[in-house]
């Protein structure tokens, strides 16, 4: 059971939203909805969802602003925003959002945004795995913010922790090798040392890309925008 809240100051975008949740999905949805964005602030704390659509063109607090909050006191809601303001999409990258939709183009979105929201459960569930010098290992590929070249060895960053992949002699472990593994994961090649996971991307600026455990990795700034345009493909599910 998937618990829904709809955030909109707009009676009919609501119930188009509505509409096309139930006919995009198999999956059984709950959905609580409210026209005034001040109402679900007042009720945030105790608010029952899985996932959030938020407008972001609001009078009272816009979805930005709500998005802030439910960053800091609520990670575990996943946030959709909705907009019919397509500029929105890059300033939206600071409140990491998992998907962006377009009003104008209600349909292809949600369809694809509930679609990556089952794919993502089941994301949950891949792992990968690999060798350390001293053992087998596994990690949930959710888990995985970073990989880094470092002379020839290759090390993975997870969200428990650091190590370094055993190289054999019968396994090519190069940075193209893992990233023609992960690319269609939600892996970015930021840098020649650096393949990294979209999810923990928290600024992508001219010369470089903040993650959210703050490292922070200087790229190339002829490539900053086609490295925001993968980041943009994988928030609005295009790839």
């Excluded at 909050?69 to 999409?89: A, G, H």
């Excluded at 369809?111 to 795995?129: G, P, T």
């Amino acid at each position: 059971m998937v618990k829904i809240a709809i955030v909109d100051n707009e009676k009919t975008i609501i119930n188009e939203i509505c509409s096309l949740i139930e006919s995009s999905t198999d999956m059984k949805c709950i959905i609580e909805t409210f026209e005034h964005s001040i109402k679900f602030f007042q009720k945030i704390n105790n608010i029952l969802c899985d996932i959030v659509f938020l407008d972001i063109d609001m009078p009272e607090m816009n979805g930005f602003d709500i998005a802030k909050i439910l960053n800091n006191i609520r990670p575990d809601i996943t946030i959709i925003f909705v907009s019919s303001f397509e500029n929105f999409v890059f300033e939206s990258f600071e409140y990491h959002p998992f998907r962006f939709i377009r009003k104008s183009n209600l349909k292809e979105d949600i369809d694809s945004a509930l679609n990556a929201y089952q794919r993502e459960i089941e994301r949950k569930k891949d792992v990968y795995f690999f060798k350390t010098n001293e053992a087998e290992r596994s990690v949930k590929i959710s888990d995985i913010m970073y990989f880094e070249s470092m002379g020839h060895d290759i090390f993975i960053y997870t969200v428990d922790g650091n190590f370094k992949i055993k190289r054999e002699r019968d396994r090519n472990m190069t940075v193209k090798f893992i990233t023609e593994k992960f690319e269609n994961k939600g892996f970015i090649r930021v840098h020649k040392s650096f393949l990294v996971n979209y999810l923990y991307i928290h600024t992508i600026n001219y010369s470089n890309i903040i993650l959210k455990n703050n490292l922070k990795i200087s790229i190339n700034p002829r490539k900053a925008n086609d490295i925001k345009k993968i980041y943009q493909k994988f928030v609005m599910m295009e790839v």
